[in-house]
């Protein structure tokens, strides 16, 4: 089983390029998100799908889009980069709601630098 | 909001001595409690988690946390190190205010294991 994948691994962009991260899982879990860590920050949520066709925001939403395509894959696009967007990025999937299950699924991590 | 506050971003210890990780959530309703684990470069791993029942909860490794209501604290503990525990530790939260639709991590504590 692969669990959930995110691509690319690592990418460097230069300021105002835009890029998207993808994500796919293959639990068929409903509900899937996105996370950026920052060291001493801990990771902090970015956007999140509670089930297909749905998106939130979390707690840092600003500069980014997200597109839960169907219920694999969710991605993440960064339309114009900063070097405030410079983090490792993850994308983790659970079952259901935390009261039911609590175990997030996580992907390796994106490496992100915007020069 | 609901939040967790580890105290400590570096806790060292020695090879066979008690690990304590401290972790603090504000909440006046007590919300699902959660310890994960980050090995260098890889995504997180649920290390225990508490939702509701028995206030000791035993995790993977040799780990266990117990809620304690009255103190507001989850402290992750195991009793005798193993060098193999040096790793990156998060607590994490999500409660009924969210629909336990998300979960809200701390910033993080890494524990350092010398021989």
């Known amino acids: 089983n692969a669990g959930v994948t995110q691509t690319p691994k690592f990418q460097v962009l230069k300021t105002g390029q835009s890029m998207t991260l993808q994500c796919a899982q293959d639990?068929?879990?409903?509900?899937m998100y996105w996370y950026r860590q920052d060291p001493g920050m801990g990771l902090r949520l970015i956007y999140y799908s509670a089930s297909e066709g749905t998106t939130d925001k979390g707690e840092v939403p600003n500069g980014y889009n997200v597109s839960r395509l169907n219920k694999r894959e969710f991605s993440l696009r960064l339309e114009s980069a900063a070097p405030s967007q410079t983090s490792v990025y993850f994308c983790?999937?659970?079952?259901?709601?935390?009261?039911?299950?609590?175990?997030?699924?996580f992907g390796e991590g994106s490496r992100l630098t915007v020069l | 909001a609901q939040s967790v506050t580890q105290l400590g971003s570096h806790v060292s210890v020695s090879e066979g001595a008690l690990v304590l990780l401290r972790c603090n959530y504000s909440?006046?309703?007590?919300?699902?409690l959660f310890w994960y684990v980050q090995y260098p470069n890889q995504g997180l791993q649920l290390l225990l988690k508490?939702?509701?029942?028995?206030?000791l909860v035993k995790g993977i490794n040799g780990f266990e946390a117990e809620f304690k209501k009255s103190e507001t604290s989850f402290h992750l503990t195991k009793p005798s190190a193993h060098m193999s525990d040096a790793a990156e530790y998060f607590c994490?939260?999500?409660?009924?205010?969210?629909?336990?639709?998300?979960?809200?991590f701390g910033t993080g504590t890494r524990l350092l294991v010398s021989p």
């Open positions: 909440s006046s309703v007590p919300p699902y």
């Open positions: 508490y939702t509701t029942g028995a206030t």
């Open positions: 639990m068929n879990h409903n509900s």
């Open positions: 994490a939260v999500s409660d009924r205010n969210t629909g336990f639709q998300k979960l809200v």
């Open positions: 983790a999937s659970t079952e259901g709601l935390f009261g039911d299950t609590g175990e997030l699924f």
